[in-house]
């Protein structure tokens, strides 16, 4: 069995991907000698039978009635030029897995390798130069490459066997410069007196060398994403010289001292200035209905609610996470993966989430490409390409999304907003919770580890530069949401449920935080991860986020049932790690251990973070608290609402004609609060 070769193309009158992009090309890059734009998507198939390939090329490949298709080479018109644009390594292919899935399903046989790339024909008097700028336009570095035209013998990549992972020789004996080499080398998202802090922990606790294994899993869990280590500085010594806001800081403090009577404070920091009202709320008696426990999910609350006119009682959960960064870098993927990332947090907690919201924030998309900011991507492609993989996502799984807003700003030029909110719920008898005792199993549910994802919580975490655009592919993932619907699935039978003591979701950290979060004692075995191509070392199948997956904490006597119960959704479940007594996170790869820390030293965070503060009464024409033209009963009259200052959707003003200090926060007070002051 050779690789089959197959092209397919869109008839006239269903190709609205090629005159969309051959407009946009004239319009944006100023390209008038484009005439025409031919697509074709290009699949490649190693691992199936000339009599599989028959029965595909008009059913799996190809719809007979919207598309034609060639098998083995392509028509080409006279002088056209020609290139094709395929996924980096390692990166998620959508539409790749699916076709694999499909010819297994048809040949009821062994899932063939299956590669995608599409084809580019550019008609026109085209010079070099405006070859490369198309080239530029279409082709992201962060998750594509320009792929050969010419056809492979074989789809079977050459496997590199992975190194053993190292020890890194000498670490604790570090001078301060050497410190500082090591730590620019490998590029860390925790600071120097991080890993100063490491130093000193393996140097007196535990008398040896770390692996590199380990020194990446605790960058992860002290990365500004895993710890918040922006909001959990310690605030030392505050100075303010504005009255409104020392009022504010006088109300917060004497709200410390009500919550933390008789018991030892928090330190003064960002987080506590945020949870302090809920904590006083709730110490007063206030929220009866909040819902606690050790796992954290996302916000959740007890409602009853009446079902089929008998009361019963729900989980309500709500969560909201933002896409910042990877939108920015890789948008379509990006906006995907906040959209399901924000529903992995609830699910992980059980609950069917069933509404979203979006919150954007860029620069004019109607900015010409050449006038966008060096090393970024142009604003319109950002726009269009995030409303496509959010929207990609949200259809696939079946998710409502009822509230859409998009701001337009010179202030997000420098960096996109990309926020997803949710709410979802379940019956609260199908969601146990308890904590993990030794001998319990964890169970690995849902899809394939890969390289895509290592480093995201991480990458997030740093500060970024001209090359991010061309360094950070590894760290955005592509969502593969059907899976994640199984999920979605296996989790409201009840059946499946009551058995989980306790459930994490494989967001920022991969195996290293998804699993060893669910117990203080672990031992986990990284070569029964599942993986989606062999050549992965230990600390890739350690820190890899790949997206769609669960840990999940089951009886030792209940593991073989909660399989089979997943297996009833297609869903891959394998036991990966045993929960023991002692206080530490283990992992074993190749039968060595290449992490044992304690739980102790993961939990302390790193070295303590501590700022000083001073605020300053803004200039009050530029404060964003100004409320201007206020009517008699406290609201601002409709007829003095400045025309733009609210707009509708997608509808606003040319950010240059904005009040771009103040948009932003005047759009989401305005529907926040329905222009109520």
């Not at 008839?11 to 992009?21: M, R, V």
């Not at 700003?409 to 990309?418: H, I, P, S, T, V």
């Not at 920022?508 to 203080?520: L, P, Q, R």
């Not at 070392?537 to 009886?555: C, F, H, K, N, W």
């Amino acid at each position: 069995m050779s690789v089959k070769r197959i092209y397919v193309q869109k008839k006239p009158g269903f190709d609205i991907e090629e005159a969309n992009l051959l407009s946009d090309i004239r319009e944006n890059l100023q390209i008038d000698s484009l005439e025409k734009i031919v697509i074709l998507n290009r699949y490649d198939v190693d691992g199936i039978t000339e009599e599989v390939f028959e029965k595909a090329k008009g059913t799996i490949f190809s719809e007979p009635q919207v598309d034609n298709y060639f098998v083995e080479d392509y028509p080409v018109e006279k002088d056209a030029k020609v290139f094709g644009v395929e996924f980096l390594p390692g990166q998620f292919d959508q539409r790749a897995n699916s076709l694999a899935e499909c010819l297994q399903i048809l040949s009821s046989g062994k899932k063939p390798i299956a590669k995608t790339a599409k084809i580019y024909l550019l008609t026109g008097n085209l010079s070099d130069e405006e070859m490369e700028k198309i080239k530029k336009y279409i082709i992201n570095p962060v998750d594509s490459r320009e792929c050969a035209l010419e056809k492979v013998d074989t789809l079977e990549e050459n496997m590199i066997v992975p190194e053993d992972v190292a020890v890194i020789e000498g670490f604790t004996e570090m001078a301060d410069e050497d410190s500082e080499k090591f730590y620019k080398k490998y590029g860390f998202a925790m600071d120097l007196a991080d890993l100063k802090f490491c130093q000193k922990y393996f140097k007196e606790t535990e008398k040896r060398d770390p692996t590199m294994t380990e020194m990446k899993m605790i960058d992860t869990y002290w990365s500004d994403h895993c710890r918040h280590t922006t909001f959990l500085t310690k605030l030392e010594k505050i100075e303010i010289k504005w009255d409104l806001l020392q009022k504010v800081f006088e109300d917060y403090q004497k709200s410390r001292e009500f919550v933390y009577q008789g018991r030892k404070p928090k330190d003064v920091c960002l987080m506590d200035l945020g949870t302090i009202v809920a904590k006083e709320l709730k110490q007063r008696g206030v929220l009866k209905n909040l819902d606690e426990s050790e796992e954290i999910n996302a916000c959740s609350f007890r409602a009853e609610i009446l079902v089929d006119g008998k009361p019963e009682e729900y989980l309500i959960m709500f969560k909201n996470e933002t896409h910042n960064h990877p939108t920015e870098i890789e948008p379509f993927g990006g906006a995907a993966t906040c959209l399901g990332g924000c529903i992995r947090d609830p699910l992980s907690g059980r609950v069917y989430v069933y509404q979203a919201m979006r919150i954007t924030g860029c620069g004019d998309p109607r900015q010409a490409v050449a006038d966008t900011m060096p090393n970024k991507l142009p604003q319109r492609k950002l726009t269009n390409e995030a409303a496509r993989g959010y929207s990609s996502y949200g259809n696939q799984i079946g998710l409502a999304t009822g509230q859409v807003a998009e701001i337009y700003d010179d202030g997000y030029l420098a960096k996109r907003l990309e926020l997803g909110a949710l709410i979802g719920a379940a019956p609260k008898e199908n969601v146990v919770r308890e904590r993990p005792q030794p001998s319990d199993i964890v169970v690995l549910l849902g899809g394939r580890t890969g390289r895509d994802g290592c480093g995201g919580a991480t990458g997030s975490s740093k500060a970024h530069n001209s090359t991010s655009l061309t360094t950070c592919g590894a760290e955005v993932q592509k969502g593969n949401a059907p899976e994640e619907r199984k999920i979605q699935r296996l989790f409201r039978n009840p059946e499946a449920t009551k058995l989980i003591k306790r459930c994490n979701d494989f967001g920022a950290g991969g195996v290293s935080v998804a699993i060893g979060e669910v117990a203080d004692g672990l031992v986990i075995d990284l070569d029964k991860v599942p993986k989606k191509y062999e050549g992965l070392d230990g600390t890739e199948l350690a820190i890899s986020e790949s997206q769609e997956r669960m840990a999940v904490v089951v009886a030792k006597e209940n593991a073989e049932k909660f399989i089979r119960l997943a297996e009833t959704e297609n869903i891959e479940s394998t036991i990966v790690a045993e929960v023991v007594e002692e206080p530490r996170v283990k992992m074993n790869w190749r039968g060595k251990c290449i992490v044992d820390i304690s739980r102790e030293f993961l939990d302390t965070n790193g070295d303590v973070k501590k700022t000083q503060v001073l605020v300053e009464e803004p200039n009050p024409e530029q404060s964003p608290f100004k409320i201007q033209n206020v009517g008699a009963q406290g609201t601002v009259p409709n007829n003095k609402i400045q025309e733009g200052t609210v707009p509708n959707r997608r509808k606003c003003r040319h950010p240059s004609k904005m009040e771009s200090n103040n948009f932003g926060f005047k759009l989401l007070f305005a529907k926040r609060f329905g222009r109520k002051i």
